[in-house]
């Protein structure tokens, strides 16, 4: 017998006895994946190395699309956000903050202890003038409108030194 044959054989037996134990409701769907592949393997009988080729190629390309086109939801995924807020929030732990603290105080003075919507912060907390609802800055960014109001008016304290 070919190696070939005897890993298809081995293949056949490892699905069976994985049918046996599938639920039936599993059942249904996994027919369906079944008579697709079948279908994928007939049409792949008929192909010749040079269209395997380019389907590949094709594929790849495809991905390579799907991939960019899902930049943008990756950019807006909120857990994404976290994880990088983690990050930022981690590194100024160990950063010097004595320094940065130095650097925000100048921009306190400019903005008289108030930022609103649009301006950029770079380190500490902002409390909502209008609820008092505390957002945490670990890096530059914009400011945004309170997430638990909408208003647009804070007040930024330094973070504490056991951050």
Sequence with gaps: MSEKKQHYDSLVERV???LGQAAP???KSIEQWVEKAEQLLDAAAQVSVTEYQ???DSFKRDLLGFYHSYQH???HSTYLANLQEGMWHHLANLTDQTQIEWAEFV???EHDGVYKTGDV???GQ???MQCRHVIDICHATEVTDCPKCGHNRFIRQAFEHNI
Aim: one cysteine or more; a negative charge; hydrophobic letters at 55%.
């Design 25 to 27: 409701a599993e059942m």
């Design 126 to 128: 902002l409390v909502c």
């Design 16 to 18: 069976n006895d994985w």
């Design 73 to 75: 939801d990756a950019q």
């Design 54 to 56: 380019l389907s590949i």
């Design 107 to 109: 921009a306190d003075v």
């Design 121 to 123: 912060i770079g380190f």
